[in-house]
């Protein structure tokens, strides 16, 4: 008879069988399979039960955990109500935008259909999450993390920590996620968050006055003297964060895919779709529990003050509950402060990371510039009776068909190569306009914020370099205060009110790639563009349009082909057929072992 610990480890071995089978038996780099049903679930993040967006009924949903290189394939079904997409914030997808997960890249999936995404990893490692990027989803929930290790033949730039824990950080809003969408839609402001979650759970109990009982809230178990990796991610709708741990220092270790220099800081200010790494070490003498604080930023209501994300570090000795004041936050208006502390966040350019040699050999600082946008944003206003929020006055139109496949298909009209340099002298308008890339080209671009608030920008496709942020209009002579050595490499950057921040990106990723808000608001109501990258040569190796491609818009009669096999049906997927072959080999392996 076979133990049970042999049985236990076979099991747990069946994940690298599976590994093993597909690297083995067809070559290349591993595969690995995720089969996710996206539904309404039933949480009560506040107190009171509200309906939420989960994965497997998670909520968050589950961390997408992988290795350089690797092959990613996830069966998402949409038990939702409406359409579906999920784009993975800051995963590259070299030569694939197909698999993006955004408007402009794919038609939605459907209520109540199912789609296949399957992508590589390639040469990238750090810390990253998925969301739906539709029609608000995003503040209903649906998020989860994405890491992505480094290969054992390249070694951390630290000591291999004792433990890895993903924290969300969001504001939230009992209100449904199609409310909020139709309060933007008519102009109406988002308001105070009804509170700030960690990890899709409440604040801890740590004033009677400000958060009622019963209310969940995430307890984080740790060991005394062991140093942990907290990858901490702001998944939230338009609210900056700062986020701290009482007593403990945060080492900076890794941004967005880049490596950093390592400085220990107190608290951290996260801004929307940003993701950091800290290493945190247990080096208290536990005489009590310790606050996980989030609080909101550069906000001036009373309101706010009630409105704080409160969680609990727990060492395995501790000898009672966190109480007392919350660690102070940084001065609510400093925008000077928060400013500084990004600047002070730099590439560590002699650490190696999805490759062997120095993230530094790439020296961006000596490429010659050959495009330059000054991208300035303003707030909502109306145009043609709707609001809409612009980017160098145009508000961002989808059409019915995805840029990608109008493209392939070579539609007329669909999209214009058209987006200005700067603002133009003319009236604010909606239209489908995209930024003309160079394939292989260095763009420069200073986003402008013009608004009251601090905005996020995001890139997909790309890691660019933020080489100056500074308040004031940029000129031509804000060059010269520009870091060319060790700017981050990242996704995701802020820009303060009344500020620029600029940033450098070299365009070798072949694609139509979404460049956008990550405030919801602002991005729900048209600030986005995206920018066309097209190799003149013909290149083999990069995707082709999916076998498992969804039609709408124009080309909708070419969905009745495919409606059958991507339809809900009792029919295995791509993942249920390989785990039944896999099923067949284990079986076949422990039948020969107990002979």
Known sequence: MLSASYLCSSCVSFFFIRLWLLNGCFGGDPYVFYDWTISYVTASPLGDKQQVIGINGQFP?????????????????NDLDEPLLLTWNGVQHR????????????????????????????????????????????????????IINNRDVIPLPFAVPDGDITIFISDWYTKSHKKLRKDVENGVDLGVP????????????????????????????VEPGKTYRLRVHNVGISTSLNFRIQNHNLLLVETEGS?????????????????????????????????????????????????????????????????????????????????????????????????????????????TVTDVYVILNRPAELIEGKWHTTLNGISYLPPSTPLMLAQQFNIPGAYKLDFPYKLMNRAPKVDTS?????????????????????????????AFFVVGMDFGVWTENSRGTYNKWDGVARSTTQV?????????????????????????????????????????EIDKSAPLLPDNAIYCGLLSSLQKDQAQRINFSGAPSVVDASITVLLAFVIALFSYLIR
């Open 259 to 367: 490596y950093t220099v390592q400085q220990n800081y107190t608290n951290m200010d996260i801004h929307v779709g940003q993701s950091f790494s800290f290493l945190v070490t247990m080096d208290q003498n536990a005489s009590s529990d310790y606050y996980i604080v989030a609080s909101p930023r550069f906000v001036n209501s009373s309101e706010w003050n009630k409105v704080t994300g409160v969680a609990i570090l727990h060492y395995s000795n501790s000898l009672g509950p966190a109480s007392g004041p919350l660690p102070d936050p940084p001065n609510a208006y400093d925008t000077y402060f928060s400013m500084n502390q990004a600047r002070s966040i730099r590439w560590n350019v002699s650490a190696g990371a999805a490759r062997p040699n120095p993230q530094g050999s790439f020296k961006y600082g000596q490429i």
């Open 95 to 146: 030569k694939n935008s197909w698999q993006d997960g955004v408007l402009g890249t794919n038609c939605p999936i459907p209520a109540g259909w199912n789609w296949t995404y399957q992508f590589q990893v390639k040469d990238q490692i750090g810390s990253f999450f998925y969301f739906p990027s539709l029609d608000f989803q995003r503040a209903a929930g649906g998020y989860g993390g994405i």
């Open 496 to 536: 303060f009110p009344g500020a620029w921040t600029a940033i450098l990106v070299y365009l070798d990723n072949a694609g139509i790639w979404n460049l956008r808000a990550e405030n919801l608001d602002t991005w729900y109501l048209g600030q986005e563009v995206y920018v066309n990258v097209i190799n003149p």
């Open 61 to 77: 949903g589950p961390i997408l955990n992988v290795t350089t290189n690797w092959n990613v394939v996830v069966n998402v079904k």
């Open 194 to 221: 009804d509170g700030i979650l960690i990890n899709g759970l409440g604040p801890y109990h740590y004033d009677a006055a400000i958060v009622p009982d019963g209310i969940p809230y995430q307890l984080i178990n």
């Open 434 to 462: 995209l930024i003309n890339g160079t394939y292989k080209g260095f763009m420069e671009i200073i986003f402008q914020n013009n608004d009251t608030t601090v905005q996020s920008y995001h890139m997909d496709g790309y």
